[in-house]
């Protein structure tokens, strides 16, 4: 069934405002008897299938300032995945401190706040995991945005006391050797004074964590906040600022991750199940595992064929709305169990250049920042999710195919978490949204795929401009 609007009254900028419910009942055929008929623009429905297929996520941008991901997590589907991170340390100004002579160390230790965890049976929230550290050979920096860590970059000595068995508790408590207290109480005065000269002397530390026994599955994803992260090193030695005095206690708080980065690693053995051809399932990993993904010229090819079969001109379609579902089946369809094998959304991911053209980012489509666009978000009683995509869709159509192999990255899409944040001024009282590809939170779910009966699907409301 077609809806009439007349073109002059149409202006399909509105982009899907003309879907919005309102409060005011309108009358919006008032004056359409007023207008020629071949004036006037037809709004239209098309769905095809969504051409998913699985592809890892590379380039997934792993420099942060408040998280920490560790853990390790196997399952049948999709094998082995492995977080790891590394993060700075430098003290606080030591100007006046007077730590006096013949420092001998006690102990020294570290503290890490969980904040969340993720394991695929419950009964594996206390698991033991085995965490070790190890000094880094380099400061983690913006040379170094991407979770990769090469052999090269740790002593592979470690710097923990090789008993640290960590059970999920809300603080991850981790015992150093007291050599390595010892070395950096040798830090000379400078060196204690300057973040940066610190940090050139003992570089960051890298925590990594055990993987399951071979043959096993489960495990647990666990990530901490570095807000708040602290190294001590409690040492006694002999005052001298007066003779006569006792030895006394003292220790030393070193923060980790202050006003600098910290930068996760992971691994994951479901490469192998990437496939342009998948059949009745397409999988769907967190952080930077196997994903669903749109080739842009597989999309290109669809819409050019439907335009052609319709006898359109691609420059005259106007795009009012495009919505992708993704709809998946589960042996259990509880609340629990869904939230365990998928996130709260699954949204587009394109590669974007930085400001200055120096690395590629993983971001959502410009559309989520539309306040009237669904986001991707889980419909748990329908068993999908949906989400509005028609900014893009309105280029692809209009566009012609070479425009889109020239900037693929642009159009290409990997179906992720987008995290959302907002900030606001107190001086203005306004407020901005900020969303961004979630690298902290780890799942193992499967979608229906194109050859599913209830198959990924694109919908689009459209109209053609009249010459």
Known sequence: MHSIFKAAALSFAISISFLASSCIEIDKTLGADNIPDEQALQLQTATF????????????????????????????EFGLAKFSFAT?????????????????????YLTIQRTSTTTIDESQKGLPQNIHVYRMNRVVDTTSRYGYIKSSDYNHTPVDTGSVVYTGSDTLRIWLKNSFGKEILSATQLELDSSAKFM?????????????????????????????????????????????LDRKDTTMMIPLADNTFTQNFSSYESAPLESADPKEYVMAEGIGGLKPYVDPMVLKDTLDNWIAKKGYNPKKVLIGKATYKLPFVTDNSTV????????????????????????????????????????????????????????????????????????????????????????????????????????????????????????????????????
């Open 49 to 76: 299938h969504l051409p998913l297929q699985t592809k890892m996520m590379d380039s997934l941008q792993a420099l942060t300032t408040s998280y920490a991901v560790l853990g390790a997590l196997r399952t049948d």
């Open 88 to 108: 700075n340390y430098a003290p606080y100004s030591t100007k006046k401190m007077n730590w006096g002579n013949d420092r001998r160390i006690k102990q020294v």
């Open 200 to 244: 050139d002397r003992f570089k960051a530390l890298y925590f990594t964590c055990d993987s399951p026994e071979d043959g096993t599955n489960g495990g647990r994803v666990n990530v901490f906040s570095t807000s708040g992260a602290y190294l001590y090193i409690t040492f006694n030695f002999q005052p001298t600022w007066k003779s006569g």
């Open 336 to 467: 629990s169990f869904i939230n365990k094998c998928f996130p709260a959304n699954l949204y587009p991911m394109s590669k974007e250049w930085d400001s200055n053209g120096r690395f590629y980012y993983f971001a959502p489509l410009e559309d989520i920042y539309s306040l009237s666009n669904n986001a991707g978000d889980i419909n748990r009683s329908q068993s999908n999710f949906n989400g509005d995509i028609s900014s893009l869709i309105q280029k692809m159509v209009n566009k012609d195919k070479s425009e889109i192999q020239s900037e693929w990255k642009k159009y290409a899409m990997w179906f992720s978490t987008a995290n959302e944040s907002t900030t606001s001024s107190y001086l203005t009282g306004s407020s901005s949204t900020n969303y961004s590809a979630d690298a902290s939170s780890y799942y193992v779910g499967k979608l229906n795929g194109p050859l599913h009966t209830n198959y990924p699907t694109i919908e689009i409301v459209y109209a053609i401009m009249n010459d």
